[in-house]
């Protein structure tokens, strides 16, 4: 079973940055990893993946903006956030699933963790 700890989130003004990080424990060997997000009254959506390989996938509205990465030594995946705006008030999750696909889909992933709240201030 891997465990999924998130750090970094907090509070910042628009226009400011975060960094994101989870922490993976457990075999994470080829796993890719993700981070959705959850708004107040939203459904979970999908911001950006990357594969054990390192092929990133992002959400259209983001890829600007974010930049996911990892450190596979580590077992740690890492969330760069600029430019931040209010609608980017969260709570982040980070996820994992046992292939090598960097999937969009939430279904497809069956570790989370137990999420860190972004709020920007506007």
């Known amino acids: 079973q891997v465990q999924l700890v998130e750090s970094g989130g907090g509070l910042v003004q628009a226009g400011g940055s975060l960094r994101l990080a989870c922490a993976a424990s457990?075999?994470?060997?080829?796993?890719?990893m993700a981070w959705f997000r959850q708004a107040p009254g939203k459904e979970r959506e999908f911001v950006a993946a990357?594969?054990?390989?390192?092929?990133?996938n992002y959400a259209d509205s983001m890829k600007a903006r974010f930049t996911i990465s990892r450190d596979n030594t580590k077992n740690t995946v890492y969330l760069q956030m600029n430019s931040l705006k209010p609608e980017d008030t969260a709570v982040y999750y980070c996820?994992?699933?046992?292939?090598?696909?960097?999937?969009?889909?939430?279904?497809?992933?069956?570790?989370w963790g137990q999420g860190t709240q972004v709020t920007v201030s506007s």
């Open positions: 996820a994992t699933r046992p292939y090598q696909t960097a999937s969009r889909r939430d279904y497809d992933y069956d570790n």
């Open positions: 457990g075999r994470t060997f080829m796993y890719a």
């Open positions: 990357i594969s054990w390989s390192g092929t990133m």
